[in-house]
T-cell receptor, first 114, second 110 residues
Framework: GENVEQHPSTLSVQEGDSAVIKCTYS??????FPWYKQELGKGPQLIID?????GEKKDQRIAVTLNKTAKHFSLHITETQPEDSAVYFC?????????????FGSGTQLTVLP | NAGVTQTPKFRILKIGQSMTLQCTQD?????MYWYRQDPGMGLKLIYY???????DKGEVPNGYNVSRSTTEDFPLRLELAAPSQTSVYFC?????????FGPGTRLTVL
């Protein structure tokens, strides 16, 4: 199946700085890469996703970049705010290509320091 | 819409006991999922369902069973609880690629 590795496991940034979280995947046929945000005591929530036919996607302060050759994708958060503090998970589908059976990374605890 | 609801929120079981974790969604989603989340780990897929009457195993199905008799409900059954099943369990549903998660059930097996 798909192997997804996520780094770093913890990340602290000053408010207003940028944060970058990186994930690598093993199957070159994977074509869908979502990022989920999990706030304390809640279930994860999709914040952005990207398909393999594009290299970058932006949504206000959040962006995701994809490097298919290197098989990695990254989450970029600019102008970080305290409410960005959460655990972030990347994910990728299995070799069969179905986005229903996601393999999740181990998560990154992001702390935005005031 | 309430979205995805899970009950109970917390539960302590003794080894060998059984229980059912309930999950209901009111969004008329075809797909439903059960995940477990261990500390410092990502979500592991236990079982999923593509519609009423159809279920399939995920990455870590051993020790669990599911059923899907209606579109709305997707209960997860633990027959003989073991300490290794101590975890936070999340139910999710989807129509397209985006999965909508419930608030989770924290289960401790002692």
């Amino acid at each position: 199946g798909e192997n997804v590795e996520q780094h770093p496991s913890t990340l602290s940034v000053q408010e207003g700085d940028s944060a970058v979280i990186k994930c690598t995947y093993s199957d070159s046929a994977s074509n869908y890469f979502p990022w989920y945000k999990q706030e304390l005591g809640k279930g994860p929530q999709l914040i952005i996703d990207i398909r393999s036919n594009v290299g970058e996607k932006k949504d206000q302060r959040i962006a995701v970049t994809l490097n298919k050759t290197a098989k990695h994708f990254s989450l970029h958060i600019t102008e970080t705010q305290p409410e960005d503090s959460a655990v972030y998970f990347c994910a990728a589908p299995p070799p069969s290509g179905s986005a229903r059976q996601l393999t999740f990374g181990s998560g990154t605890q992001l702390t935005v320091l005031p | 819409n309430a979205g995805v609801t899970q009950t109970p929120k917390f539960r302590i079981l003794k080894i060998g006991q059984s229980m059912t974790l309930q999950c209901t969604q009111d969004m008329n989603h075809n797909y439903m999922y059960w995940y477990r989340q261990d500390p410092g780990m990502g979500l592991k897929l236990i079982y999923y369902s593509v519609g009423a009457g159809i279920t399939d195993k995920g990455e870590v199905p051993n020790g669990y069973n599911v059923s899907r008799s209606t579109t709305e409900d997707f209960p997860l059954r633990l027959e003989l609880a073991a300490p290794s099943q101590t975890s936070v369990y999340f139910c999710a549903s989807s129509l397209g690629n985006e999965q909508f998660f419930g608030p989770g059930t924290r289960l401790t097996v002692l």
